[in-house]
């Protein structure tokens, strides 16, 4: 298998699951801007709408979407219990968080405090949104060591991925003690420490 990714992106959660799956796969860097892969060619003609990640399986199947991804991973390694097994309701709410971390807080909250020229007045409605939702994971990790519960799932991975972000817009996650326990918990783990090393540094980012 082949991981496409670009540091800083959301392709770090398909990375983490790939390590704690245990599955052979390579990794492939690209440029988010320029959509050159690191080897030479357009990142295009593997993903035509440009973006990370991307798995390429052994059979040629093109898989993207990171929800996709990892839940596509988890199920190759049961026994790893990364995910619920499909058809349970354990399951449901699981795909419920990861959508809540793709539609609500990554493209409906962070993304657009990444654009630039984008007015102060209007960052701070999507300031106010992270506020919220950060307050609602907040009230939940009080009552559980991860999201799902008391072991650790892919929704745990993504929730790290996207929380990774907030210092690059100047987002204060203070306010949030039990959302920044659970990321530290996570940080921790030594898949989630090799796949920030894999990726490398964060272009723009500083050291």
């Known amino acids: 298998m082949k991981l496409f990714y670009a540091s800083g992106s959301s392709s770090l959660l398909p ?19 320029t959509k050159v892969i690191e080897d030479g060619g357009d990142y295009r003609t593997v993903n035509p709408l440009g973006y990370v990640p991307a798995l390429l399986l052994d059979d040629g199947t093109l898989l993207t979407e990171g929800p996709a991804i990892v839940q596509f991973i988890a199920d190759q390694v049961p026994s790893k219990r990364l995910a619920p097994p499909n058809g349970t309701i354990e399951r449901t709410k699981l795909q419920a968080w990861l959508n809540f971390f793709s539609s609500e807080m990554h493209k409906g909250a962070f ?20 506020r919220a939702r950060f307050a609602h994971l907040d009230q939940h990790l009080a009552k559980h060591e991860y999201l799902m519960g008391n072991e650790f799932t892919i929704a745990d991975a993504h929730f790290f991925a996207v929380t990774n972000w907030a210092p690059r817009v ?38």
């Open 15 to 33: 990375h983490i699951v790939l390590l704690e799956a245990g599955l052979a796969f390579t990794a492939v860097q690209i440029d988010e801007h």
């Open 111 to 130: 993304g657009p405090l990444f654009y630039k020229g984008m007015s102060k007045e209007s960052k701070e409605v999507f300031r106010r949104r992270l």
């Open 170 to 207: 100047d987002f204060d996650l203070s306010p949030y003690p039990k959302v920044l326990a659970h990321h530290a918990r996570i940080a921790a783990r030594p898949t989630v420490q090799a796949a920030m090393r894999a990726e490398g540094p964060i272009p723009g980012a500083g050291s």
